[in-house]
């Protein structure tokens, strides 16, 4: 079974690498680094935008009601 698995599924960087013409070890690296990068992208995207948010809210006081003065 775990052959099978194996052949199969698991070939995928090999079979990239080999149409491309790089290592493997080259190739499962880039998909490493890069599913880093998108990862650590979303979550400073998500900083920033929460951050400006938050400074427009201080910047711009909006008045719920006609007595709060």
């Known amino acids: ?4 698995i194996g052949k199969y599924s698991l070939g995928v960087c090999e079979r990239i690498s080999k149409k491309l013409g ?3 070890t080259n190739l499962r690296f880039l998909f ?3 599913s ?3 990862l ?3 979550i400073i995207l998500y ?3 929460a ?4 400074v427009k809210d201080l910047i711009i006081h909006r008045k719920k009601t006609a007595f709060d003065l």
Do not use: D, H, P
Request: hydrophobic share 70%.
């Open 40 to 42: 650590l992208l979303g």
């Open 47 to 49: 900083l920033v935008l």
């Open 1 to 4: 079974m775990i052959e099978l």
């Open 22 to 24: 790089i290592r493997t």
């Open 51 to 54: 951050l400006i948010l938050k």
């Open 32 to 34: 490493f680094y890069l």
């Open 36 to 38: 880093i990068l998108t």
